[in-house]
């Protein structure tokens, strides 16, 4: 009788291991997805935010060419078709 009772005990000691081990599973596993769905999130974010602010350093660099060179402001003048007062200019369209 004890060697029944000692296999019952330990059956029931490995059945209740495994109910623990799925509930813990079944709590876990949406937690882990949600995790990573979060991770894959941040790293499309940080991708955005990293061209935005290579967008933001060549928007200030040309502004600072703007500033600084006097050709350049000219060159995209000419290209935009502005004149200087007074200055013939012949358009040759291809």
């Not at 029931?12 to 081990?21: E, P, W």
């Not at 995790?35 to 499309?44: M, T, Y």
């Not at 967008?55 to 000419?78: M, W």
């Amino acid at each position: 009788m004890r060697k029944y009772l000692h296999k019952v005990l330990v059956g029931l000691f490995v059945l209740g291991f495994v109910v623990i081990a799925v509930i813990g599973a079944a709590i876990a596993l949406p937690k882990y997805r949600q995790v990573c769905g979060l991770a894959e999130e941040k790293a499309r974010i940080q991708r955005r935010i990293d061209e935005k602010r290579a967008e933001i350093a060549a928007i200030k660099a040309k502004q600072r060419r703007f500033n600084t060179d006097r050709e350049f402001v000219e060159t995209l003048a000419r290209q935009n078709r502005r004149v200087y007062p007074g200055e013939l200019v012949f358009v040759f369209e291809d």
